[in-house]
Each structure stands twice: as structure tokens, then as C-alpha cells.
């Protein structure tokens, strides 16, 4: 059953050849669009007795269900929900469309942040979601191994969803 609800918007968006972080990040905030009824039909199996939990449920989940796999940097794309969840593997990007779809369908807050981990380079080379509960930022990087830990950077864009 499940199959059949998400199989609809199985789509893949490919990034210009010589992307560009804005062009990167259009792509991801329209997948995570495109990702509403999908992570609409997901979300109550997070509903947890706090946000803060609930937060912590969707990190698991898609920590365990996407395991990270670097994409080649000349095929960059951003994905939809179910196409994610049928690919199984995921970079950076799918995760936070992930993480974001579904903190959205939530009712949980949340924005994308952008780093560079260059010291002289401020181009983003990473992305991940921060969710704000409470007015507390809580960070969803799946890419790392702990809930709400930060990666070190230089530079930082957070984009609001």
C-alpha cells in the first residue's frame, strides 16, 4: 500500500552540469514541495508526545532508511521523498529533503543551512536541516551520527522553507 501512495511523485530533479549553491538550493526547496502528500501520508508514524521527540524519531528513521552515498559532483540531483525511499541511498541533499519533508508534515518549524567546511573557500559543500522547537535550533544532519550535533564550518546560509 504504501508503494502505491508514494509511487506518484517518484521524481528526480538533475542540476545543471556547472550548478551553482542557488540553483542547488531551488532544487531541494521544490523537492521538498514536491514531497507534501508523501510526507503528509508518513508523518503521523513520528507523532511522538513533544516535537523534540518527534524530531528525533524522523532523524532516526531516515538515518536508518538512507544510508549516505556521495553523488558524482558532475550528476548532482535533488529528489522527491518517495524517489529517495525507492533509491535507498542518499547524499547530503536527499537526506534534508528528507528530514525537511517530513518535520514539515510534522507541524515542526524548519530551515536548510548551508556550509562550507573550506577554510578559504565559502562555496556550500554540505547541507542539513535545523528544526526550531521552542525557539531552540535542533539539528537533523544525518550524514553525522549523533541527533542534534553541528559539523564544523566556515561559513553558513540558512535558507527558510
Request: proline share 4%; charged share 25%.
Amino acid at each position: 500500500m504504501l508503494n502505491e501512495i508514494l509511487r506518484p511523485q517518484n521524481k528526480t530533479y538533475f542540476i545543471s552540469r556547472n550548478q551553482t549553491s542557488g540553483e542547488i538550493a531551488s532544487a531541494i526547496v521544490k523537492a521538498i514541495r514536491d514531497s507534501k502528500a508523501s510526507a503528509e501520508f508518513l508523518a503521523p508514524n513520528f507523532k511522538n508526545k513533544n516535537k523534540l521527540n518527534t524530531a528525533k524519531l524522523i532523524y532516526i528513521f531516515c538515518k536508518n532508511a538512507i544510508p549516505y552515498k556521495k553523488e558524482p559532483g558532475e550528476y548532482q540531483t535533488a529528489k522527491t521523498l518517495p524517489r529517495i525511499l525507492q533509491d535507498k541511498n542518499g547524499d547530503c541533499k536527499h537526506l534534508s529533503i528528507a528530514v525537511a519533508s517530513l518535520l514539515r508534515a510534522s507541524g515542526i518549524p524548519c530551515k536548510l543551512r548551508l556550509v562550507s567546511q573550506r577554510m578559504f573557500d565559502t562555496t556550500p559543500n554540505h547541507i542539513y536541516c535545523i528544526a526550531v522547537i521552542n525557539g531552540e535550533e535542533i539539528v537533523l544532519d544525518c550524514v553525522l551520527k549523533q541527533f542534534d550535533t553541528e559539523c564544523n564550518y566556515y561559513t553558513n546560509y540558512d535558507i527558510a522553507i
